[in-house]
């Protein structure tokens, strides 16, 4: 029986750091109707390989992709149960990815970590976004771009991330050469998931174009990549590159065996994969010039439209169509937001604030921004930099790590707490000027994530950078929007923004500045952007050195493990 289009479905799953939430949506009006949460059995593997036999070095972050396959198993069929949906009435699915998060597989798709012959080789699995230990091969890979006046390097601000496709890959050749003989794909997570849900690998606009430098129908040439390495010059052709889907296509139809694991029916439409912030935009409405979109999280994300084409200092990169047709797409972002929140409270916070929230009915986080919430801006008498994720944008640089000044005996945890909220703010602002300062302004800030939840960081955020927040309401962002990119790919709509702006979820200028506390604000950001640039642009390399020596310790502890100190030898 043919399906009302009033009452079509489409689903949307949004694959984030540590799980996978699937979202069930009414497509003629964006109604969220259920959805299901599941968390990755291996979340992230940043010690050693499962089973703990086989230790990681110092910035890997690794994951298994069966967890992947797991959210479609798991919790797809969920969010159709809490939606009470007939799943003949879904006429489409859409996915996002965390990005850049690769995937070493066969030609077939099988990742080689799912090998018996690689199961013990950390290069074999995937290599999460957040995956830093490629920053000397990304230091090459910028060096030798500047040398040669590439001329794909200005449209990522002079500078290509560890993050990113190319430095990943050239890690994997240079530490595990068998691995890489071994690897016939090189595979954004984003398209993986898309071969698995299609049995069809297609490359999707935003994650080649922002993550794997297309840039105007184009690869880093062979020339470029020998230079490099000798053994990598034909890596383009002969593991990245494949067919370019479109943002909003389809890239094939539900295969039997995905329909089985979903519970969905066999034959609908499967957009194209895309990256979790750049499908955000559609789901806030926020595809037009000025409007930028803040996707916060355990990262930050910052995306946005523009007429023109420009170079941005430090930006993650600028797509033709990257986010949607017809416009420039722009992306920063800020590698540590809501990580930095949680490493302070599970690491450095007293045991007694936990238990005072406790008795309050908070959590901790909370407990303390209610406590930070009742100072004065600079009442703390802090300033930190926001580095110790590394930096995203606009230093590019993951060798940088966090900074407190200003310490003395009577800090207490919420004042630590309030300035690391400031500090993720003013790393937020500095995105803003930078962009601002290369003629792409922003005259609205549009946030999603779970750390909305937070008025006092919201505040901050509208103080700091002197901008309207508005607030995407719907409670699975991303998810959502690969939902709207569905209804496009099963012709629902003929367009992502006519999807969007009926199926955008929007509340406009929820937080607005405070002219006082912006006033001081300003204040407590000079000094951010003297410390800004001190370390991270040559006036002191010390956060480097230290990165140094603590690798070389390690591969010493690794090389030669010491016996603990008996009480003996410490008399001695």
């Not at 890997?60 to 797809?76: F, I, M, S, T």
């Not at 037009?288 to 420009?310: K, Y």
């Amino acid at each position: 029986m043919p399906i009302d289009p009033s009452e079509a479905l489409v689903v949307g799953v949004d694959y984030g750091t540590l799980s996978g939430r699937a979202v069930v949506v009414r497509a003629v009006d964006g109604t969220e109707l259920g959805s299901a949460v599941f968390e990755y059995p291996h979340a992230v593997l940043t010690d050693a390989l499962p089973g703990g036999t086989v230790p990681l070095g110092a910035d890997w972050a690794l994951q298994v992709p069966g967890d992947y396959v797991d959210v479609l198993r798991y919790a797809v069929p969920a969010a159709l149960a809490d939606a009470g949906a007939n799943p003949a009435a879904v006429v489409g699915i859409g996915t996002d990815f965390t990005a850049c998060t690769m995937v070493p597989t066969l030609a077939d798709g099988t990742p080689l970590s799912e090998l018996p012959r690689f199961a013990d080789r950390p290069h074999a699995f995937v290599k999460l976004w957040r995956h830093h230990a490629a920053q000397p091969q990304a230091d090459r890979i910028n060096e030798l771009a500047a040398e040669r006046n590439e001329s794909w390097l200005p449209r990522y601000g002079g500078l290509i991330s560890s993050e990113w496709e190319f430095a990943k890959a050239l890690q994997l050749l240079e530490e595990d050469p068998e691995v890489y003989a071994a690897m016939e794909r090189w595979v954004e997570a984003a398209d993986w998931i898309v071969w698995q849900l299609t049995g069809n690998y297609v490359r999707n606009a935003c994650s080649a174009g922002y993550k794997g430098i297309l840039q105007d129908g184009q690869y880093p040439s062979p020339e470029f990549l020998a230079a490099l390495n000798p053994a990598f010059a034909d890596f383009v052709a002969t593991k990245l590159d494949q067919p370019i889907g479109a943002l909003g296509s389809a890239a094939g139809t539900l295969s039997a065996q995905a329909a089985a694991w979903t519970g969905l029916p066999v034959g609908i439409p499967v957009a194209v994969g895309n990256v979790d912030a750049h499908v955000t935009a559609a789901a806030g409405n926020a595809l037009e010039p000025g409007q930028m979109v803040a996707i916060m999280g355990t990262s930050t994300c910052h995306v946005m439209n523009g007429r023109e084409l420009r170079d941005v200092p430090g930006m993650c990169g600028v797509v033709d169509g990257g986010i949607v047709a017809g416009s420039w797409g722009y992306e920063a972002g800020q590698s540590g937001v809501g990580d930095i929140f949680a490493h302070f409270v599970s690491t450095q916070v007293p045991a007694g604030y936990t238990e005072r929230a406790q008795a309050e009915g908070l959590t901790t986080h909370d407990y303390l921004t209610r406590l930070a919430a009742e100072q004065q801006v600079g009442q703390h008498g802090l300033v930190a930099l926001d580095w110790h994720s590394g930096n995203r944008s606009v230093l590019v640089d993951h060798e940088l790590s966090g900074l407190l000044v200003g310490e003395t005996l009577a800090t207490r945890p919420e004042d630590i707490y309030r300035a690391l909220l400031e500090a993720t703010a003013f790393g937020t602002r500095t995105i803003i000027e930078t962009f601002a300062g290369a003629g792409v302004p922003v005259s609205e800030l549009v946030v999603v994530g779970g750390l909305t939840k937070n008025k006092l960081l919201m505040q901050i955020y509208s103080d700091v950078t002197r901008l309207p927040l508005s607030l995407i309401t719907s409670a699975q962002g991303p998810a959502l929007g690969s939902a709207i990119h569905a209804a496009v790919a099963a012709g629902v709509y003929p367009d992502v923004r006519a999807a969007a702006a009926r199926m955008g979820r929007v509340e406009r200028a929820v937080y607005v500045p405070d002219e006082a506390a912006a006033a001081r604000y300003d204040e407590l950001f000079d000094e951010y952007r003297q410390l800004h640039d001190h370390f991270g642009r040559g006036g002191n390399g010390v956060m480097r050195r230290l990165r140094a020596i603590r690798r070389q310790a390690l591969a010493n502890a690794t090389a030669a493990p010491t016996e603990a100190p008996t009480a003996q030898t410490v008399t001695k």
